[in-house]
């Protein structure tokens, strides 16, 4: 995908307004969550636990050039929809753009109104996630 950041999170926003209500949007997103590719038990490694999330999550990257690729899971399906969130918009983006980019599609999706405490904190966990590793060299490269 070579889209931006900006415009991905527009066509995003533009997929969750088909929805008329929360309770679909949370069903779409369940549903992003199992489309997430395969991420097998051997490689659910402690250092790739991501901390400040109630459920388990999974979280890896790696750099080619300079484009940060991300592969992440869950075992809760609403946060698994997040990941799949998070993926589209930042997976395979140069880590400048991801350093650019203020995180708006919280807002745009009404996630920051419709999430719980404790989701809302994982979100953001996974976010710091991968704005560190588009600030620093975090990312194996490839």
């Keep these: 995908m070579s889209d931006t950041i900006e415009q991905r999170e527009q066509a995003l926003v533009e997929e969750f307004q088909i929805f008329d209500n929360w309770m679909d949007r949370y069903a779409y997103l369940i549903d992003l969550g199992r489309s997430l ?3 097998p038990q051997s490689e659910r ?15 890896q ?16 399906a ?3 929809g997040l990941i799949a969130v998070l993926l589209r918009l930042y997976d395979d983006q140069p880590a400048a753009a991801i350093r650019a980019y203020d995180a708006s599609f919280i807002q ?12 809302s904190n994982g979100l953001l966990a996974m976010l710091q996630r991968i704005r560190a590793a588009a600030g620093a060299d975090e990312c194996a490269s490839t």
């Design 37 to 39: 590719p395969d991420y």
């Design 45 to 59: 490694r402690a250092e790739d636990k991501v901390a400040g999330c109630q459920s388990q999550v999974w979280f």
């Design 61 to 76: 990257c790696e750099r080619e050039d300079e484009r940060l690729k991300f592969r992440a899971i869950s075992d809760a």
């Design 78 to 80: 609403i946060v698994s």
């Design 108 to 119: 745009s999706l009404g996630l920051d109104q419709h999430l719980s405490q404790s989701r």
